[in-house]
């Protein structure tokens, strides 16, 4: 955010100050940041009546009437001993006064109109004039511990979103609410893609029919662009005995999110957290000559981590994660031609969907923090040049972060833009020196020596999981023809025309297409009404006139129709299905 409306948002916080004091006079006031989308205000309510959500008008209101008398802000300095004595009944701000002593940093107290607050200076210089009073509007109050600390006392947050103009408000809040009717969790339902159950557990989804259906046409879809680059499918348990991950160091680093087993011969097993370990066992079944290489391996299977149950929701942070995953085992000097043809999948898979431009991330290890990652600096260093270096010559849009990368080597992520505008971390490349040093990965090279190998690790769906949600509020429920578990709905007017239907129903399922025919007693209304919940791509409404001229009127889910025959009909959609249209 800009500095101009960091001041303004930071200006509103101390304003949001003023008017609950006006209102609340017992409220202690604590902290009051600027965020990304305004400002918040924490308080202590203990001392009286609380304020909640029903009481934010009318703060708001004094908020737009004190705005009135604040022509500008003075400041001064005060001693440590000033500033206690004025905050004497305010342990939280005689806290921070503490703080900011022992930081041998001046104590500065800023006043506009007849407010004053503890502050290190960052406002409008006029704020009656600067704040636009119908571009900010408080938005909730919740609950939230003094300084995020569980041991220390709840306060109440009160949040307002804050913007340069009304425009900007408006435009914000009409994106809020549209991401709350996208929200996958509640359009998961409607389409019955997944579910959950008590008995199972939280953060293991149940996929029903329709939502395998799903998975396994983006599972084929994939395939079908890895072959092209000469991938393999290969197949692993989803345990392992313990061995294995302590050769790959999983044991030690992964700590409490492995699921671990102990058998009844009080052997101890885990579940896979990941695929790699096992899968270089795979390469590692005979020697291979330089000619072999690169060996490209692609299995989509589940690995199951231990996550808090606090932490889960929906599809975003499951227990069970369905990767999409590939090792490619390859040569020092093939690295950069298997990340552009990676790349390349990449590439085609998210425009497939409609993603805006993608920005990709260089996420590097934290040299200050050795202890999370295998290997030495200098292998490090090595690896994470050689990705400058692809995305520099792939001229990407790319942005490096320090002490986001996986545990074993750095990651090329992609960020992919939704239809809201919002960014979400797709795809990953990450190129792996370390894994094949521990398990000795060769190949035998031209002078007939061993040499060390490398690993490219890549899941370009991330997890399905991850990119169902993800692709669901992107598309709004909206699936393209291909990929809807059910495609097009044939409604015959009533049972005289049922034969009639059952024909274009027959000739549709023989060309492969997911049809139902709905000869349910229910009246057309309802039906049709179904049909555009169940955000079917086609419908077919089909009475006297079809059936004399034997064509059919097909009905998009956008509502444009069209009348044709009963062969057009299934040229139409077979050539949509097969061009993955969206
Ligand atoms: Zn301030
Ligand atoms: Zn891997």
Known sequence: MSEQLQNKRHTLAHLLGAAVLQNYPHAKLTLGPAIDNGFYYDFDFSGGPTLGDDGLKDVQKSMKKILNGWTGFSHREVSVEEARELYQDNPYKLELVNEINERGEKITLYTVGTFTDLCRGGHCEHPNKDLDTDAFKLDKVAGAYWRGNEKNPMLSRVYGLAFDTKDELVAYQTQIEEAKKRDHRKLGKEMDLFTFSDLVGAGLPL?????????????????????????????????????????????????????????????????????????????????????DMPQRYAETTMV?????????????????????????????????????????????????????????????????????YLGTPEIWQSAENALREIAAERKANFFEATGEAAMYGPKLDFMAKDSLG????????????????????????????????????????????????VMTEHLGGNFPLWLAPEQVKIIPVNDAHLPYADTVYQTLKAAGLRVTLDSDNESMGKKIRAAKTDRLPYFIVLGDQEVADQTVTLEKRDGTKQVVSITDLTTLLVTEVAEKRN
Not at 422 to 450: S, W, Y
Request: net charge neutral; with cysteine; charged share 30%.
């Open 304 to 372: 199951y981590r231990d996550e808090q149950s606090g932490e889960l929701g929906g599809l975003t942070r499951v227990l069970s994660i369905t990767q999409d995953d590939s090792h490619v085992f390859c040569r020092q000097t093939q690295v950069k031609e298997e990340f552009f043809r990676i790349w390349d999948i990449v590439d085609t898979f998210y425009t497939t969907f409609g993603f805006a431009e993608m920005r990709v991330r260089l996420s590097f290890h934290d040299p200050s923090d050795m202890e999370k």
């Open 422 to 469: 919002r960014e979400h971390q797709v795809a990953t490349i990450q190129l792996d020196m370390n894994l094949p040093e521990r398990f000795d990965l060769t190949c035998i090279n031209e002078k007939g020596e061993k040499e060390r190998v490398v690993m490219i690790h890549c899941a370009i769906m991330g997890s399905i999981e991850r990119f169902t949600a």
């Open 207 to 291: 996929w029903t029919p329709k939502g395998t259906i799903v998975r396994h046409l983006l599972d084929e879809y994939m395939w079908q662009l890895r072959s092209k680059h000469d991938y393999q499918r290969v197949t692993i348990p989803h345990i392992t005995k313990k061995d294995l991950y302590e050769k790959s160091g999983h044991w030690e680093k992964f700590g409490d999110e492995l699921f671990r087993i102990k058998t009844r011969e009080g052997k101890e097993y885990a579940l896979k957290p990941m695929n790699c370990p096992h899968h270089t066992q795979i390469f590692d079944r005979h020697p291979h000559s330089y000619r």
